[in-house]
Each structure stands twice: as structure tokens, then as C-alpha cells.
């Protein structure tokens, strides 16, 4: 056991070096069997003392705050900062997938027909991005990209007419001799 020499506080921990109250060396001390203070009891109340006059614990819970002053001003208190505003690009998404299925039915859409199913899907992606940058033009963009997507959609179409007249008049004309 140790003992502070300045404030007399006594320390069971073997490791302590110093005193945790004043920082001064502790100094070791006989070992006694250290016996618990003796309990004391306070007498009963007598009865004439009114329950308003009794002493009272400070429960956890009881807690009320004292009331506010009316003439002084709260001091505000604190809130965070806003959080910085993140400059967000706009949506092009559509258009882009508008672009890459009309530039699939020029090339490959031409290969079993598969024309057939991406252009019309990249001229209804382009038409219904060109709508959205119509009403939220600062949420979407990319009109050059819809519109090109729209174009190679439409002309997947005429060319794929053109083929199937062309075919069509050599059939035709072919049989007339």
C-alpha cells in the first residue's frame, strides 16, 4: 500500500509511482488490514416535523432547470455549417444510349436484322431526352448526342427502305422480258 505525503490519500495499486491528485511521490506503508468506516445511522424524524421540512435526496431524474429570464436575450446556440454545396453535371445518359444504339443499327443492325429492334429504341431514347432538356435544361443535357442518335435511327430506316425497293423493282424487272 502507498500513501501521498502532501495530501495523505492512500493507493492499493502496486504500479503507482506518483499520486493522482497532486502528482507527488507516493511513499510505501505498512500493510494494515484496513477495515471498512463504521456505519452510521441517523435517528428517525420525530413526528411533528412536516414532510415539507424533511430533508430531500437529489434523485436521478429530479432534475428541473431554473427558470428563464425573460429580459435576457439567449445566446444562440450553435449548429453546424451548411454543407458545401457539390456542383452536380447534368444527365446525358439517355442520349448517350440514344447515340450508341443508332450507331449499332448503321453498322452491325444491318447483320439479321437487328436493325429492326435497336433503332426504334434509339429513336424513342433520343425524342424523350430532347423532351427532358426541354423542361429541366439545367438537369439534362446532350441535344448534339439525342439528335444524333435520332438521325441514325431514322436513317437505318430509310436505307433499309431503299434496299428493300431496290430488291424489289430487280424482282419485278426481272420477270418482265
Do not use: H
Amino acid at each position: 500500500m502507498k500513501r501521498c505525503p502532501t495530501c495523505n490519500k492512500t493507493f492499493d495499486e502496486d504500479w503507482l509511482s506518483f499520486c493522482t491528485q497532486d502528482g507527488a511521490t507516493l511513499v510505501e506503508t505498512a500493510s494494515l488490514p484496513r477495515e471498512p468506516p463504521p456505519t452510521m445511522m441517523a435517528p428517525p424524524m420525530p413526528p411533528s416535523v412536516s414532510p415539507t421540512e424533511q430533508p430531500t435526496l437529489n434523485l436521478p431524474g429530479s432534475y428541473t432547470p431554473p427558470p428563464i429570464q425573460v429580459g435576457q436575450p439567449q445566446p444562440p446556440a450553435w449548429q453546424p455549417p451548411a454543407p458545401p454545396a457539390y456542383a452536380v453535371a447534368p444527365q446525358q445518359s439517355l442520349a448517350i444510349t440514344s447515340l450508341a444504339l443508332g450507331i449499332f443499327s448503321m453498322t452491325i443492325g444491318f447483320c439479321c436484322y437487328l436493325g429492326v429492334i435497336t433503332a426504334p429504341i434509339a429513336i424513342g431514347l433520343g425524342s424523350y431526352q430532347l423532351v427532358q432538356i426541354k423542361n429541366y435544361p439545367t438537369k439534362f443535357a446532350g441535344k448534339p448526342l439525342a439528335i444524333t442518335g435520332i438521325v441514325t435511327g431514322s436513317l437505318y430506316f430509310v436505307i433499309l427502305v431503299l434496299i428493300i425497293l431496290v430488291y424489289g423493282v430487280s424482282i419485278f424487272m426481272r420477270g418482265i422480258k
